[in-house]
């Protein structure tokens, strides 16, 4: 690559942490920083989630400075700015695009009773009006989940506890979009974004549309969502005092982006139907693109808009997975409050990766269940609860780190099961991405417990910067997907060890057997 060649200035702002990368228009990662823990949660009674949107854009122009003033970029070379922000999130603005309080985001569950209300009926199926169902998935491929998780349950609570905010609203956008407002000063959605408002049809994926049927059963108005255009669209320039904050010239093509779901499928490299690829950061999933709309209701799977042209793929998402380590992190090995250790130490968890190394596979029997915050697949239950199970004198720290571990990747063999019939085919090596991937003894656990070759893509931690750049190549026609794959580099293949097969196919039957045996005592105790 030529120090004269494009780039494109990639934007990934995460639930706790942004990273900004300069990648080459066909996914070349050149360099990357990251911002940790700049954005906090504030948790609320009743299930609620939000952020300050003031802190995002801090991060984000703080993060972009230090990447430029540390690669000594020339500014000239930039020939696009993409962005992927946390899916999921509603921010309600007035018709000038000022927030009209706190970013909802995909934790939040306020809305639950709403869709409840506006899904249900006389005859049901999985909690489901009949009648609903068949609308919605026919349209859709989905239907709004009962965890109130979604956007359409953002504006809805908004709607019924917050009725000045809906009032005022002039548009309701996603975290991207909102992101893109303040890059653009547009105000406006993707086919890819806009799938969870469940108020599109997508049955033509290249001309995706509100729709009047879905708007109606909402009681949400047209009028306060966002136009829509390809995920490939250039949504403007850059504006003055966006460019500003980040010391760059005005006028700079701005793409539209992709959710951070969407970016790292992109950015996995596993871009033909039926590639699968893990990701495992925050909350993770296992996904490949298909080339049709399906569903699976019971297991809240769907195959929705993907970020590339004319394509779907495969969703699904564990709600807590590298988050289970961040939890062990501040709630028992390190923490603040009086009688604790202090802050946590900046190696922690390479602290756990050697502790993990250090129990034998199994754990010493030890399961942790890796529910935290309830679950959304393979079974959508917000009431679910982590634990670890089978502890006795003799178990270590290590075999406690070692089951976080384990219980992720057990979770994600129970969700194989049904992606794996979802596609009617087995996978075979799978390219894992995301934070966790950083972690050869993680991508060891993997191989292990789902008996399948873990191929490690090189910088799993910048697979959605790759993501957005691709996206920004698509879209200003610098790259295509056939050239994109030939940069995509496998760091390692991790193989099954067969002399824990059986040791972990009883660890996971009794997996499951912990969630059919306790998860009507997680409903009574957490139901609302």
Not at 377 to 398: E, F, H, K, M, Q
Not at 426 to 438: E, M, Q, S, T, V
Not at 466 to 487: F, H, N, P, Q
Request: hydrophobic share 40%; net charge neutral.
């Amino acid at each position: 690559m030529a120090e004269s060649d494009p780039l494109v200035l990639a934007i990934d702002l995460g639930t706790t942490a942004c990273k900004v990368g300069l990648v080459t228009p066909n996914g070349k990662v050149v360099a990357y920083t990251k911002e940790s823990d700049a954005t906090p949660t504030k948790f609320l009674p009743g299930g609620g989630a939000e952020q300050d949107t003031a802190d995002w854009w801090k991060v984000v122009t703080g993060t972009v400075r230090r990447l430029l003033s540390e690669t000594g970029t020339p500014k000239e070379r930039i020939a696009a700015i993409s962005a992927s922000v946390h899916w999921s999130g509603t921010v309600a603005v007035d018709r000038e695009g000022n927030p009209l309080g706190n970013a909802i985001i995909w934790m939040d569950t306020r809305g639950a009773p709403y869709v409840r209300e506006i899904t249900g009926g006389p005859l049901k199926i999985e909690g489901f009006g009949i009648d609903k169902i068949l609308t919605w998935v026919r349209l859709t491929g989905g239907i709004p989940t009962h965890s109130g998780k979604d956007p359409i349950a953002h504006i809805l609570f908004l709607k019924n506890e917050r009725p000045e905010v809906y009032r005022e609203a002039y548009k309701f956008l996603e975290s991207k979009d909102y992101l893109n407002f303040l890059l653009t000063g547009k105000m406006a959605s993707d086919f890819a974004t806009i799938t969870l408002y469940w108020l599109t049809d997508n049955r033509n994926i290249n001309d995706v549309r509100y729709s009047p049927k879905l708007l109606k059963l909402a009681g949400i108005e047209r009028e306060k969502l966002p136009d829509l255009y390809p995920t490939t669209h250039i949504l403007g320039e850059l504006r003055p005092e966006a460019a500003e904050a980040m010391d760059l010239p005005a006028g700079i093509p701005v793409a539209m982006g992709a959710p951070d779901v969407q970016a790292p499928v992109l950015g996995s490299g596993a871009v033909g139907d039926f590639e699968p690829h893990i990701y495992l950061g925050t909350s993770s999933w296992l996904s490949c693109h298909v080339p049709y709309k399906k569903t699976d209701l019971f297991h809240n799977m769907a195959s929705l808009p993907s970020s590339i042209p004319g394509r779907y793929f495969v969703a699904n998402e564990q709600e807590t997975s590298g988050v289970s380590l961040t939890f062990l992190r501040d709630k028992f090995f390190f923490s603040d409050d009086d009688l604790g250790t202090g802050p946590a130490p900046e190696n922690a968890y390479r602290i756990f990766d050697e502790l993990a190394a250090q129990a034998p596979p199994g754990s010493h029997g030890v399961i942790f269940t890796p529910w935290l915050y309830g679950e959304r697949t393979p079974v959508d239950d917000p009431t679910l609860r982590g634990g670890l199970y089978n502890l006795s004198l003799g178990i270590t720290r290590a075999d406690v780190v070692r089951s976080a571990f384990e219980g992720v990747a057990l979770n994600t063999r129970w969700l194989l099961k049904y992606v794996e019939k979802f596609v009617r085919r087995k996978f075979g090596p799978i390219n894992l991405i995301g934070g966790g991937g950083i972690s050869d003894v993680w991508c060891q656990i993997f191989a292990d417990v789902l008996n399948r070759p873990i191929r490690k893509v090189k910088d799993p931690q910048a697979a959605g910067l790759r993501g957005v750049g691709i996206v920004a190549g698509l879209a200003l026609k610098m790259t295509d997907l056939e050239d994109y794959s030939r940069y995509v580099e496998i760091e390692g293949t991790f193989q099954p060890n067969p002399d824990n097969r059986k040791l972990y196919d009883d660890l996971f039957d009794a997996f499951v057997d912990i969630y059919k045996k306790n998860h009507s005592l997680y409903r009574k105790l957490n139901g609302k």
